[in-house]
């Protein structure tokens, strides 16, 4: 496989337990919903998802349990073509996620437990190194171990691949780790967390951005959700609009959308601010279709919906 059109991606699976309802319940409270579904989530296995719909070929590194969610893991991704770099184990269970979402505007809450993928360790990714250095872009996020995931950085960086941290969930992060990072993608709450800068519009991303910036990333990426997303880094900052095809119906997933598409895009050749236009497509497609990665979409829409607003 040749090296320009490959995406490394190492994340978590997680079964998404998703509950729709007008409103989360009070603590000792039971209420009705509205809907209910079960299906494959998990940051990286999203993204992985995302990307490989969006025409990259994904190598996804993970773990998982030996168990009938893993079995839905394995599927997915023999459904997607996505090579996988994942062991089973008996130790841990596959994890899963609480999502309670607000039946009326789409927003989400979500409880995350990794399972088998909290276990993940450096030398789980040394056993990875081959896939990780073949690749032009690699990606990870922080649902697996904090130290996996810069050791996986590190293995990129030295070998000269494209590297993107969406920091999700948000966690304290040693300054050295910006510095690995060719591309930090956080959404504005996780922006905030990470600068101590109120993350509300564009203007405040900026002052976010200059901020991941100086702590050594090339460039901060920060989504906005319906304000878009803005592209900062030394030579250029431009914000970069929400493209549709209808109401947002289920935002969960949308982040991981943006990155998968985001990814693919640069793997494809893409420049860094047309990739960017792609990923917001890619997101802004998903959020119009129920669940995480059965809500992604593939490289003819968002063309399609690219070639609209030309």
């Known amino acids: 496989m040749t090296k320009h059109k490959r995406v490394a991606i190492l994340g978590i699976f997680v079964a998404d337990l998703a509950f729709r309802a007008s409103r989360p319940p009070a603590i000792g409270e039971t209420i009705i ?12 296995s999203n993204q992985a998802v995302a990307a490989a719909r969006a025409g990259a070929h994904v190598a996804f590194i993970s773990k998982l349990g030996a168990d009938s969610f893993g079995d839905i893991a394995l599927k997915t991704w023999q459904a997607e073509g996505i090579e996988t770099l994942v062991p089973q184990t008996t130790d841990n269970p596959t994890g899963a996620a609480y999502i309670f979402v607000n ?3 789409g927003e989400n809450a979500i409880i995350v437990v990794p399972g088998a993928a909290g276990t993940i360790s450096p030398d789980d990714i040394e056993s990875a190194r081959a896939s990780i250095e073949t690749a032009s872009v690699f990606v990870t996020q922080l649902e697996q171990p904090i130290p996996a995931a810069v050791r996986a950085l590190e293995i990129a960086r030295a070998a000269g691949v494209t590297t993107i941290l969406n920091p999700a969930p948000a966690a304290p992060l040693d300054r050295a780790i910006y510095a690995l990072c060719d591309y930090m993608t956080p959404n504005e709450s996780e922006a905030s967390m990470l600068t101590g800068i109120e993350v509300v519009d ?12 100086s702590w050594g990333c090339g460039c901060a990426l920060i989504t ?3 304000k878009g997303s803005l592209f900062h880094s030394k030579e250029i900052s431009e ?3 929400v493209f549709s095809i209808g109401p947002a119906i289920d935002t969960t997933g949308a982040g991981d959308a943006f990155n998968g598409g985001f990814a693919a895009a640069l793997s494809r050749g893409m420049a860094p601010i047309a990739a960017a236009r792609f990923g ?5 497609i998903s959020v119009t279709r129920s669940g995480t990665a059965p809500a992604m979409p593939t490289l003819a829409e968002i063309e399609a919906l690219l070639a609209t607003k030309a």
Do not use: N, Y
């Open 33 to 44: 919903g509205s809907g209910f579904a079960m299906g494959p989530g998990g940051k990286g």
């Open 103 to 105: 039946d009326r505007t």
């Open 202 to 213: 564009i203007e405040t991303a900026r002052k976010a951005g200059d901020v991941l910036l």
């Open 224 to 226: 906005l959700g319906e």
């Open 239 to 241: 914000a970069i609009p």
């Open 280 to 284: 917001s497509a890619t997101a802004g």
